[in-house]
């Protein structure tokens, strides 16, 4: 897959994106996150939106968004509760007091949104579409044509410089499929993803990210015609030449290709052992 890179992004700017949105990344990168969150500055006929604000423990985040919104924030909107994207949600809402947008139902016990959002629902002026599979309260937003160009804020769901990972039980690998496929059927120009730089043409990667799963899924199933195995020997002969830090979220994937198999009638599972279903 043609992923993108970019320069490592200057800490604590406002880094235009398009017109009406900038972006401040914050300091947490790492092998699932790239360079860092990206917490999205939205102009909106509401006032500003502020998306996605960020991990847990990084107040010079949290005074950059102040610095660049003066404080003014009319919304604070939350793609899905993953730790590098809602952490910050209660240091910044304590110092604006702006309302909380989310999912309907929160994946978290820890955050209840202020403004319960289902698929199909408007917020600030975007068409929210529940895209799980990365994470079961999974949002991605739509903006009306910019400049001539549909914009899509896709979160996690699909970034540019990376696939994601599907853990279960809050990823699913079967709605992950089903999310992708509700994007084809979209005519988004440009994604602006949780992680990484924009992304342009973006039905050619959701295609390939597709194709690859099907053919992940295919190398398991080869697999599993050999005997039963658990997850992590059949993560090793998949992905023998990973990263050694991106391992474990190898396995998480297995794991979510075998439930999904399972659920079709494709695999049974004995114990920690996974087969072919005969």
Same mark, same amino acid.
């Given at each position: 897959m043609a992923f993108l890179t970019e320069p490592e992004p200057e800490r604590g700017a /406002? =880094?235009? !994106? =398009?017109?009406?949105? +900038? @972006? *401040? !990344? %914050? /300091?947490?990168p790492g092998p699932m996150t790239y360079f860092g969150t990206n917490?999205?500055? *939205?102009?909106?006929?509401?006032g500003v939106v502020v998306l996605d604000p960020g991990p847990e423990g990084h107040p010079e985040h949290i005074e950059a968004i102040l610095r660049h919104t003066g404080g003014q924030i009319a919304l604070i909107l939350v793609s899905h509760t993953h730790h590098d994207h809602v952490g910050a949600v209660p240091a910044l809402q304590e110092a604006t007091g702006a309302p909380t947008a989310g999912f @309907?139902? +929160? %994946? *978290? $016990?820890?955050?209840?949104?202020d403004v319960k959002i289902d698929h199909g629902g408007m917020v600030a002026g975007m068409l929210a579409l529940h895209t799980p599979g990365h994470a079961s309260d999974h949002l991605c937003f739509a903006l009306p044509a910019t400049n001539g160009e549909k914009v899509l804020f896709s979160a996690d769901h699909v970034m540019s410089w990376s696939t +994601?990972? !599907? +853990?279960p039980p809050g990823g699913d690998m079967r709605d992950y499929f089903a999310s992708l496929n509700l994007l084809l059927e979209?005519?988004?120009?440009?994604? =602006? $993803?949780g992680h990484g730089p924009p992304l342009?043409?973006? @039905? /050619? =990667?959701? @295609? %390939? #990210?597709?194709?690859?799963? #099907? *053919?992940?899924?295919q190398a398991i %199933? &080869? &697999?599993l015609g050999d005997g039963a195995f658990d997850t992590y020997t059949i993560m090793d002969a998949l992905y023998s030449q990973l990263n050694p830090r991106l391992r474990k979220a190898a396995e998480r994937n297995v794991l979510a290709h075998l439930l &999904? #198999?399972?659920a079709e009638g494709k695999a049974i599972r004995d114990g920690e052992l996974w087969r072919a279903k005969a």
């Open positions: /406002n =880094l235009p !994106v =398009l017109p009406g949105i +900038s @972006r *401040i !990344v %914050a /300091n947490n917490t999205y500055l *939205i102009d909106t006929p509401q @309907r139902t +929160s %994946a *978290i $016990p820890t955050f209840d949104p +994601s990972i !599907v +853990s979209r005519d988004d120009d440009v994604f =602006l $993803p342009y043409d973006p @039905r /050619n =990667l959701v @295609r %390939a #990210m597709l194709t690859h799963r #099907m *053919i992940r899924e %199933a &080869k &697999k &999904k #198999m399972e």
